[in-house]
């Protein structure tokens, strides 16, 4: 079949269904995202999505077993070639390698953002792109490593602080923190780093779950100096996503690595506490099938608005659950957000403004200017140059914003998880709903790999 027709068989499957983004939508979204993802923890998430989507042999949650190749195959050149670009970039503008222990980029302030980065510099050093570019990754990734177990303030029990400035734990650091930690530990054969990311999990969980909520887990805890940052005990959706997404990172490092029978305690444990954070975080979801930007508070709270952004995460984590550990528990809610993410209406409004208030920084990757996207039309939920909406502001989590760079990460990783779970056999899932559904979002996956094959988004 020849790609235009292919992929104009996948926008009319998925324009008919309402159930899957196209390969045109999915491009849109991956070239919003390479534009947006200026800060660390966007540049991190960033390169995690485009792991999960165009280069599914080289993300944890490949059925191939850990570590990776040590050589990429030609025909994945240029897909995982955005990946090692954020590596680079933020590599060439340290100062130097060889000094005291400091963190991949500057975080703001942020102690734990940074360490989303590192996955990839780790990545690019496993590959060997420093014989090309004269980069030392390795060095980089170490002094990140020393930098987080030794330089960074820590709670009485060890738990590692969010912040640099003083202890305080934020919901967000289980995804920028212990899927490096796991990652550097399978690589070079260091089983101590691996049960340090599942001990710092469990460290954070009891700090920042709330039983009185059913498990919800708090934002921000710990802080005493509000002039940095302030706490935060509200259940925030993104916070709770994050937590979740960041435990299965870590789950499936554990599983497809050498020592999977080594930490299968540890494995139980995290993927019953991310279904713990499933069943709380589904018991307040209402009739919308889109989660509010606070999960249990109300969508008439005053100021509380809807959050498409937490929604596309937490929908993300439900499919991987399924795949990495035959849980289906949760899956007919993550149908439901996915189906109400994806579905047909009048689009939002083209955005105007940059996608982030931030400046660009020397670590900014660019959008190719040779990347073209197309307008999405009739997407309720995505304006028509292709930002997720409505979301909430990803540098003001208290207020809604207009376009996330993240937001748009959780949507591809979204699209991941969905596709894989549909090409595993939609397991788990309602048998009448899956016929239409495998069918409509087998073509158009198939059509989104053909692209994820030549983009090269730098």
Same mark, same amino acid.
């Given at each position: 079949?020849?790609?235009?027709?292919?992929?104009?068989?996948?926008?009319? #499957?998925?324009?008919?269904?309402?159930?899957?983004?196209?390969?045109?939508?999915? $491009?849109?979204?991956?070239?919003? !995202?390479?534009?947006?993802?200026?800060?660390?923890?966007?540049?991190?998430?960033?390169?995690?999505?485009?792991?999960? #989507?165009?280069?599914?042999?080289?993300?944890?949650?490949?059925?191939?077993?850990?570590?990776?190749?040590?050589?990429?195959?030609?025909?994945?050149? $240029?897909?995982?070639?955005?990946?090692?670009?954020?590596?680079?970039?933020?590599?060439?503008?340290?100062?130097?390698?060889?000094? &005291?222990?400091?963190?991949?980029?500057?975080?703001?302030?942020?102690?734990?953002?940074?360490?989303?980065?590192?996955?990839?510099?780790?990545?690019?050093?496993?590959?060997?792109?420093?014989?090309?570019?004269? *980069?030392?990754?390795?060095?980089?990734?170490?002094?990140?490593?020393?930098?987080?177990?030794?330089?960074?303030?820590?709670?009485?029990?060890?738990?590692?602080?969010?912040?640099?400035?003083?202890?305080?734990?934020?919901?967000?650091?289980?995804?920028?923190?212990?899927?490096? #930690?796991?990652?550097?530990?399978?690589?070079?054969?260091?089983?101590?780093?691996? =049960?340090?990311?599942?001990?710092?999990?469990?460290?954070?969980?009891?700090?920042?779950?709330?039983?009185?909520?059913?498990?919800?887990?708090?934002?921000?805890?710990?802080?005493?100096?509000?002039?940095?940052?302030? =706490?935060?005990?509200?259940?925030?959706?993104?916070?709770?996503?994050?937590?979740?997404?960041?435990?299965?990172?870590?789950?499936?490092?554990?599983?497809?690595?050498?020592?999977?029978?080594?930490?299968?305690?540890? &494995?139980?444990?995290?993927?019953?506490?991310?279904?713990?954070?499933? /069943?709380?975080?589904?018991?307040?979801?209402?009739?919308?099938?889109?989660? /509010?930007?606070?999960?249990?508070?109300?969508?008439?709270?005053?100021?509380?608005?809807?959050?498409?952004?937490?929604?596309?995460?937490?929908? $993300?984590?439900?499919?991987?659950?399924? *795949?990495?550990?035959?849980?289906?528990?949760?899956?007919? =809610?993550?149908?439901?957000?996915? &189906?109400?993410?994806?579905?047909?209406?009048?689009?939002?409004? $083209?955005?105007?403004?940059?996608?982030?208030?931030?400046?660009?920084?020397?670590?900014?990757?660019?959008?190719?200017?040779?990347?073209?996207?197309?307008? !999405?039309?009739?997407?309720?939920?995505?304006?028509?140059?292709?930002?997720?909406?409505?979301?909430?502001?990803?540098?003001?989590?208290?207020?809604?914003? &207009?376009?996330?760079?993240?937001?748009?990460?959780?949507? *591809?990783?979204?699209?991941?998880?969905?596709?894989?779970?549909?090409?595993?056999?939609?397991?788990?899932?309602?048998?009448?709903?899956?016929?239409?559904?495998?069918?409509?979002?087998?073509?158009?996956?198939?059509?989104?790999?053909?692209?994820?094959?030549? #983009?090269?988004?730098?």
């Amino acid at each position: 079949m020849q790609p235009l027709v292919f992929l104009a068989l996948a926008a009319a #499957l998925h324009r008919v269904s309402g159930q899957a983004l196209s390969a045109a939508d999915v $491009s849109t979204v991956t070239a919003d !995202l390479a534009e947006g993802a200026k800060l660390s923890w966007e540049l991190g998430t960033r390169a995690q999505s485009l792991l999960e #989507l165009y280069v599914p042999d080289f993300s944890v949650f490949s059925s191939t077993a850990l570590p990776p190749p040590t050589s990429v195959p030609s025909n994945t050149t $240029s897909a995982i070639a955005p990946v090692f670009s954020i590596a680079h970039n933020v590599v060439s503008a340290l100062k130097n390698t060889t000094a &005291q222990p400091e963190a991949l980029v500057n975080g703001d302030g942020a102690a734990g953002d940074p360490a989303s980065i590192g996955v990839a510099v780790l990545l690019a050093n496993w590959t060997g792109q420093g014989a090309a570019d004269g *980069l030392d990754y390795a060095a980089a990734a170490r002094n990140q490593l020393d930098y987080l177990l030794d330089v960074v303030p820590r709670t009485s029990d060890g738990a590692i602080s969010h912040r640099a400035a003083q202890v305080q734990l934020w919901s967000d650091s289980v995804y920028m923190v212990p899927p490096f #930690l796991a990652y550097y530990g399978v690589l070079t054969g260091n089983t101590t780093l691996i =049960n340090e990311a599942y001990n710092q999990i469990k460290l954070y969980r009891n700090y920042l779950r709330d039983p009185k909520t059913d498990n919800l887990w708090k934002h921000i805890l710990l802080g005493n100096d509000t002039s940095d940052s302030a =706490n935060d005990e509200g259940h925030w959706s993104t916070g709770n996503g994050w937590a979740a997404a960041g435990m299965l990172r870590v789950l499936a490092t554990m599983k497809n690595s050498p020592y999977s029978k080594t930490f299968s305690n540890q &494995q139980k444990d995290l993927a019953s506490w991310v279904k713990e954070i499933h /069943t709380a975080m589904f018991a307040n979801l209402d009739s919308t099938n889109i989660f /509010t930007n606070y999960a249990d508070q109300p969508i008439n709270t005053t100021g509380m608005f809807y959050d498409t952004a937490s929604t596309s995460l937490l929908a $993300s984590t439900v499919y991987r659950v399924s *795949l990495l550990w035959n849980d289906h528990s949760h899956l007919p =809610n993550a149908e439901k957000c996915r &189906q109400a993410l994806f579905a047909s209406g009048p689009s939002g409004t $083209s955005s105007s403004s940059s996608p982030s208030s931030a400046p660009a920084s020397a670590t900014s990757p660019a959008a190719s200017p040779s990347a073209t996207v197309a307008p !999405l039309t009739d997407l309720s939920h995505f304006t028509n140059d292709g930002w997720l909406t409505p979301v909430v502001n990803p540098h003001q989590f208290g207020i809604q914003g &207009q376009d996330s760079p993240e937001g748009q990460a959780f949507v *591809l990783s979204l699209q991941a998880a969905y596709s894989e779970w549909v090409a595993g056999g939609s397991v788990g899932a309602n048998a009448g709903r899956r016929t239409v559904t495998s069918t409509t979002a087998g073509w158009v996956w198939l059509g989104s790999a053909m692209l994820g094959g030549i #983009l090269a988004f730098a």
